[in-house]
């Protein structure tokens, strides 16, 4: 933006200052005060007023005049101890007239003349004192309250005398005199004189220091023009938008750490109200929200350094929260030349200079001994806050890059880059502290780097552009690896504990890159799976594993260049996978020929998602050109994006892919090799995708009892000519495609033949062109043939048809009629080769392989992954059986399709719900898949089973799904009434429980989970309705927490909130003990009768007891009850009458839905609105 005259910029300050917004300002600037009432003859007031005065006086809190003045009706001054009546002068932001002026004399006149009708008050009240005291005919008791009281109204005329003459002072000889001056002038004497003089002299200095700085006042704007927007928020403070209205009323008391660190706070809240940020209040505001102290590790021999924190959760769920981008330091690499110079500084308390609108001061208030404070101010904990604060100081940084400065700017921290601008270091610098001096922030010297360095410390990161590189300050890192061998020895830790160390090492990714991603992602996968923060939990093998690592990383390990670094690719490898395998092709750029490499998916492998393939096909790809690829720089193209991603980012929200690219991370440096992953369409990946989707058919290997026998006979034998990394049986084997641990591929264009032993079970159509390599290099080999005689290598083996060739030295015929299979196929074959990949039997273990034995005869193969296993092993078990059943037996797997229908017929005739014969159709299916028949040969997929099933549908409809009905008001209180009381009127502890536990679900719309989370001591008690904070709920992913208003009855039904007070009473419940499971070890009367035997409050007694309690109410038995209703009912009762009497904005925000088809689950149409339907149609 170009640089404006002064007259322009007059301009748009005139056409500021004649917007609506500054002239209600200046009407509430120029507002004065009320006169006082006419009615000053109430001495009832009088007297309730200088009573409670007197009871409450204290010698440092002069309130005698406000309580006076409050008792005939008017309006005390707030806090007007001598203070200039104007605003908008918070923290430095100085935008109105610094001298005394007409209105601020007229103020003056206005408060002598009030003060002045104080006094003829005050002596109007003591002449009815005087009237009143009578001695002969009083009590003595009485007669000295009059005395107290007269004392107290004498006193009141000497202050109100005593700040007339104060006030009349401001009015003679200027305001800032009077403020300036702190005597108590009753009579002005001579010395008094003096001090006025001298308090007019230290003015008059102040308003020519005042007056110097106006020079630069001209251009105090300038940074700030940039949009009308900004000019309002610096004139006028910035305004909060709420969502749906500003918050309800509340209280919110002060945390435990702010009442055990008394001291420091206080000390805190005065440094506030002293410099502006925030003021005392002397009536209650709208929201008190509480304070608290936070603890920063500031190293292992220091002690923890302490913040105060004003905790606006509860004002925050109401501000519409603007999103915005932080500038980020990466940013320095587009700046930062080599040997480049840099110079830092911090702004001191940066929020505080920023002014709030005067409408919305009592919503960000607090409370401490007592009294009431209000922020003028921007608070710390505020959401908003730093997009009203970047959005200012962005002014600024526009400003300077205007000027040409190059910097990067965060919040309240800036870091300049020296030499863009072409200007000197000193002028350059000098320029810009002058601008911040103006524009009224302080500069924190202390976190401030003001001499140029080509190695600085900013935002926690260490910037060298000598080495051109990003590191972690020394003391940071020491701080961080002192935390981590702590939490290691003490082998327990915490939620909070593992997010703050995890936090710590995202703090490190500019520095140190993926790892920091990569290695702290089972600490979050930790923290999400506990509901409270601060609960002990055992540190996991997982988590500890991950804190080893950066125990044992050095702080330059991992450096991130600051600049691009331009890498000649010596490497490049194409991969992917299908639904049974991978395949992957590896270019030299060097001129070396072109490697292919595939293998098979396991069967859990094959379950999983189509990324998670990819990813397995990302790390045996480099297993198995590790030969080719070690110590390079290596291009990965794939067509995964989400693969791709989550190899950029270093890590993933899922287990099992998080783990996959820990694998991969370890396996890269292993080799030495430097991964860069590129997406390119499935049209260019178009020989991997071919590679994945082969079948080989001669995926197969002889059973390893019969090898190990010829091992014995003919062995060692060295190498495994024709093997994979599945069906291998030896450690060194050959392969026809790359492969993990392959040692070569194409055992027959090598030369080593006659080196080795070799162990050779070949595709059958092979034999002949072995026997041809065989004989060339007069080789020893033990070769697996099948006795075919009409084979076209059979006369090569057997000349004569009677004889074997003399090359053939020694020769066993192996049984086929045997209890074990003679051949086993590998992870490609078919049904059993399935069996041996999901039991993950080594096939060289012998006692393995005749545990497998045993096995065989009674197990059915499936994909035992998870809760599928669950489902369809016991479903497809039936159908073994009663093919078995049949005569003649039929066979399971491969089946007939008209074995398939009949068996689904045969449910459908015998099962209630559709459900049954979907299961079952889904097994056969899933085995028949797993045994790899063809899928257009699946017998479930036949037209005939098709038919079936949807005759099955027509038959069940739909089905019947296990939602209980919502509970009625009317049944639930006849219910509580009848439950948790005895014959004999006494009620149990356990029985209030559960009737409380009813009523306060079905008014909140709470789940069992959300009960589990009402902690006794985040409640508050009201006279209309409680409120309790749920830490945590089903639904509540980022931990955000949840305030619940429940109403007390109108007595119509029940009350859960007077409920929950006898709970507490009846339980001695308080603090940190949950209102529903509180009552186990609690000092109570317990009930023996009912059968809860000490147990904790768990889902199956709480919806036991519920519906034992409606039982009671019905007159039905708990039967009957149980089919109709449970814990959800109550819920869905809840939310059925709420939804019919509110909006649905509030009747969505009270459930915490999260969509609106969520919600309306739990709504159950009434009769009236299902037929107003059709009525609306009028006909």
């Given at each position: 933006m170009d640089e404006i005259s002064d007259a322009q910029l007059e301009e748009k300050i005139a056409a500021v200052k004649g917007s609506v917004e500054y002239a209600t300002y200046k009407a509430k600037l120029n507002e004065t005060i009320p006169k006082l009432s006419d009615d000053d003859k109430n001495l009832q007031s009088y007297l309730a007023a200088l009573v409670h005065e007197q009871r409450n006086r204290s010698s440092n809190q002069p309130g005698k005049l406000d309580a006076i003045l409050q008792s005939v009706g008017a309006r005390a001054p707030e806090k007007r101890k001598l203070q200039r009546p104007t605003a908008w002068t918070a923290g430095g932001f100085v935008h109105s007239k610094q001298g005394g002026s007409k209105s601020e004399d007229l103020s003056c006149k206005r408060q002598f003349e009030t003060l002045d009708k104080a006094d003829d008050v005050f002596f109007s009240v003591k002449q009815q004192l005087e009237g009143l005291e009578q001695p002969a005919s009083m009590a003595e008791e009485e007669l000295t309250k009059i005395k107290k009281i007269k004392a107290a109204v004498e006193e009141g005329m000497l202050w109100a005398e005593t700040q007339a003459q104060v006030v009349d002072i401001a009015f003679k000889f200027g305001w800032p005199t009077a403020q300036e001056f702190e005597g108590e002038p009753v009579v002005v004497t001579e010395e008094q004189e003096k001090r006025l003089k001298q308090a007019k002299k230290a003015v008059a200095e102040r308003y020519a220091k005042i007056e110097k700085e106006k020079a630069g006042k001209k251009n105090l704007n300038k940074p700030f023009v940039g949009g009308p927007l900004v000019v309002t928020w610096v004139l006028f403070g910035v305004p909060l938008t709420w969502i749906n209205g500003p918050p309800p009323s509340s209280f919110f008391p002060n945390s435990p750490t702010a009442l055990a660190e008394e001291e420091f706070v206080t000390e805190a809240m005065l440094g506030l109200v002293q410099s502006g940020a925030a003021e005392e209040w002397f009536t209650r505001p709208e929201v008190i929200s509480p304070l608290a102290v936070a603890y920063r590790d500031t190293g292992p021999d220091s002690p923890p350094k302490k913040r105060l924190i004003w905790n606006g959760r509860y004002v925050n769920s109401f501000i519409v929260v603007q999103k915005f981008k932080y500038e980020s330091l990466a940013i320095v690499r587009d700046l930062l030349g080599w040997y480049g110079t840099l110079w830092s500084f911090d702004l001191t308390s940066g929020y505080h200079h920023v002014e709030l609108h005067s409408d919305f001061h009592t919503y960000v208030a607090f409370s401490w001994k007592g009294r009431f404070y209000v922020f003028k101010a921007l608070p710390f904990g505020l959401a908003p806050a730093p997009f009203f604060f970047t959005k200012i100081t962005n002014e600024l940084a526009a400003r300077w890059r205007r000027q040409g400065a190059g910097l990067v700017h965060y919040l309240d921290d800036f870091l300049f880059i020296q030499g863009r601008s072409g200007r000197p270091f000193a002028v350059e610098q000098a320029s810009v502290l002058q601008d911040v001096e103006d524009s009224g922030f302080l500069i924190n010297k202390e976190k401030s780097t003001l001499d140029f360095q080509r190695l600085i410390e900013f935002l926690g990161v260490g910037i060298d552009s000598v080495r051109g590189v990003f590191f972690v300050p020394q003391k940071k890192w020491d701080s961080f690896q002192a935390r981590v061998a702590f939490t290691l020895s003490r082998q327990w830790t915490s939620p909070r504990e593992l997010s703050r160390l995890a936090g710590k090492i995202q703090s490190f990714t500019l520095a140190l890159g993926k790892v920091c991603q990569m290695f702290s992602r089972e600490m979050y996968f930790e923290v999400e799976s506990h509901s409270s923060w601060d609960r002990p939990i055992p540190l996991t093998e997982a988590v500890a594993g991950e804190l080893r690592f950066w125990q044992s990383v050095q702080r330059r390990q991992f450096e991130a260049p600051i600049w691009p670094v331009f890498l000649a690719f010596r490497n490049r490898m194409w991969t992917d996978a299908g639904g049974t395998g991978w395949?992957?092709?590896?270019?030299?750029?060097?001129?070396?020929?072109?490697?292919?490499?595939?293998?098979?998916?396991?069967?859990?492998?094959?379950?999983?998602?189509?990324?998670?393939?990819?990813?397995?096909?990302?790390?045996?790809?480099?297993?198995?050109?590790?030969?080719?690829?070690?110590?390079?720089?290596?291009?990965?193209?794939?067509?995964?994006?989400?693969?791709?991603?989550?190899?950029?980012?270093?890590?993933?929200?899922?287990?099992?892919?998080?783990?996959?690219?820990?694998?991969?991370?370890?396996?890269?440096?292993?080799?030495?090799?430097?991964?860069?992953?590129?997406?390119?369409?499935?049209?260019?990946?178009?020989?991997?995708?071919?590679?994945?989707?082969?079948?080989?058919?001669?995926?197969?290997?002889?059973?390893?009892?019969?090898?190990?026998?010829?091992?014995?006979?003919?062995?060692?034998?060295?190498?495994?000519?024709?093997?994979?990394?599945?069906?291998?049986?030896?450690?060194?084997?050959?392969?026809?495609?790359?492969?993990?641990?392959?040692?070569?591929?194409?055992?027959?264009?090598?030369?080593?033949?006659?080196?080795?032993?070799?162990?050779?079970?070949?595709?059958?159509?092979?034999?002949?062109?072995?026997?041809?390599?065989?004989?060339?290099?007069?080789?020893?080999?033990?070769?697996?043939?099948?006795?075919?005689?009409?084979?076209?290598?059979?006369?090569?083996?057997?000349?004569?048809?009677?004889?074997?060739?003399?090359?053939?030295?020694?020769?066993?015929?192996?049984?086929?009629?045997?209890?074990?299979?003679?051949?086993?196929?590998?992870?490609?074959?078919?049904?059993?080769?399935?069996?041996?990949?999901?039991?993950?039997?080594?096939?060289?273990?012998?006692?393995?392989?005749?545990?497998?034995?045993?096995?065989?005869?009674?197990?059915?193969?499936?994909?035992?992954?998870?809760?599928?296993?669950?489902?369809?092993?016991?479903?497809?078990?039936?159908?073994?059986?009663?093919?078995?059943?049949?005569?003649?037996?039929?066979?399971?797997?491969?089946?007939?399709?008209?074995?398939?229908?009949?068996?689904?017929?045969?449910?459908?005739?015998?099962?209630?719900?559709?459900?049954?014969?979907?299961?079952?159709?889904?097994?056969?299916?899933?085995?028949?898949?797993?045994?790899?028949?063809?899928?257009?040969?699946?017998?479930?997929?036949?037209?005939?089973?098709?038919?079936?099933?949807?005759?099955?549908?027509?038959?069940?409809?739909?089905?019947?799904?296990?939602?209980?009905?919502?509970?009625?008001?009317?049944?639930?209180?006849?219910?509580?009434?009848?439950?948790?009381?005895?014959?004999?009127?006494?009620?149990?502890?356990?029985?209030?429980?559960?009737?409380?536990m009813g009523a306060v679900m079905w008014a909140g719309c709470l789940r069992y989970s959300d009960m589990k989370m009402v902690w006794v001591g985040a409640m508050r008690f009201y006279s209309t309705h409680m409120v309790f904070l749920l830490c945590h709920r089903k639904n509540d992913q980022y931990r955000d927490g949840d305030v619940v208003y429940v109403s007390r009855g109108s007595g119509k039904h029940f009350c859960p909130v007077d409920l929950a007070e006898t709970l507490i009473e009846a339980g001695q419940l308080s603090g940190a003990v949950n209102l529903f499971q509180g009552w186990d070890g609690r000092k109570a009367v317990r009930d023996p009768q009912v059968p809860l035997n000490g147990r904790h409050m768990d889902y199956h007694v709480c919806r036991r007891e519920i519906v034992r309690m409606v039982a009671q109410g019905t007159g039905k038995t708990e039967e009957e009850v149980r089919q109709v209703f449970g814990t959800q009912s109550m819920r869905s009762g809840g939310a059925t009458v709420v939804a019919r009497k509110v909006s649905f904005e509030d009747f969505m925000r009270h459930g915490h839905w999260m969509t609106a088809s969520a919600a309306t689950r739990y709504i159950e149409p009434s009769t009236e609105e299902r037929v107003a339907v059709t009525v609306a149609a009028d006909y």
């Open positions: 395949g992957a092709v590896l270019e030299a750029v060097t001129g070396r020929l072109e490697q292919v490499a595939r293998g098979h998916l396991s069967l859990a492998e094959r379950d999983a998602s189509s990324t998670h393939r990819e990813m397995v096909g990302y790390l045996q790809a480099l297993r198995s050109f590790s030969g080719f690829v070690q110590g390079s720089t290596l291009k990965l193209y794939t067509d995964s994006q989400a693969g791709c991603q989550i190899l950029e980012k270093g890590c993933s929200s899922k287990h099992a892919l998080h783990r996959l690219v820990v694998d991969i991370f370890w396996e890269c440096t292993r080799l030495g090799v430097s991964l860069y992953p590129v997406w390119v369409p499935r049209e260019l990946n178009a020989q991997a995708d071919y590679l994945a989707g082969i079948y080989d058919g001669d995926d197969w290997q002889l059973n390893p009892h019969w090898f190990h026998w010829l091992d014995s006979l003919w062995g060692p034998h060295t190498v495994d000519r024709f093997g994979t990394d599945k069906n291998a049986l030896l450690p060194r084997f050959n392969s026809r495609w790359w492969c993990p641990g392959s040692e070569n591929v194409d055992c027959f264009s090598l030369t080593d033949w006659w080196l080795e032993n070799n162990w050779c079970n070949p595709p059958f159509g092979m034999v002949g062109r072995l026997l041809e390599v065989l004989r060339r290099f007069s080789a020893v080999a033990t070769i697996i043939v099948p006795y075919w005689t009409g084979r076209h290598w059979w006369p090569l083996i057997c000349p004569d048809g009677q004889n074997f060739a003399p090359f053939i030295r020694d020769w066993r015929e192996l049984p086929r009629d045997t209890a074990e299979a003679l051949f086993l196929p590998g992870a490609g074959g078919h049904l059993e080769s399935a069996f041996w990949r999901q039991v993950e039997v080594s096939p060289r273990d012998p006692l393995e392989q005749e545990l497998l034995r045993s096995m065989k005869t009674d197990m059915v193969t499936t994909r035992a992954v998870g809760s599928w296993c669950n489902s369809y092993l016991g479903a497809f078990g039936r159908f073994s059986r009663w093919c078995r059943e049949r005569q003649p037996p039929r066979d399971p797997c491969p089946a007939l399709a008209v074995t398939v229908a009949l068996y689904l017929r045969f449910l459908t005739d015998r099962a209630e719900t559709y459900s049954v014969v979907k299961t079952a159709s889904r097994a056969i299916f899933s085995v028949h898949e797993v045994a790899l028949v063809p899928r257009d040969q699946n017998p479930t997929k036949s037209e005939l089973c098709k038919a079936v099933r949807e005759q099955a549908k027509r038959k069940f409809g739909l089905g019947v799904k296990n939602r209980k009905a919502a509970m009625p008001v009317a049944l639930l209180a006849v219910g509580i009434r009848l439950y948790h009381s005895d014959s004999k009127g006494c009620f149990s502890i356990i029985r209030l429980t559960v009737a409380c």
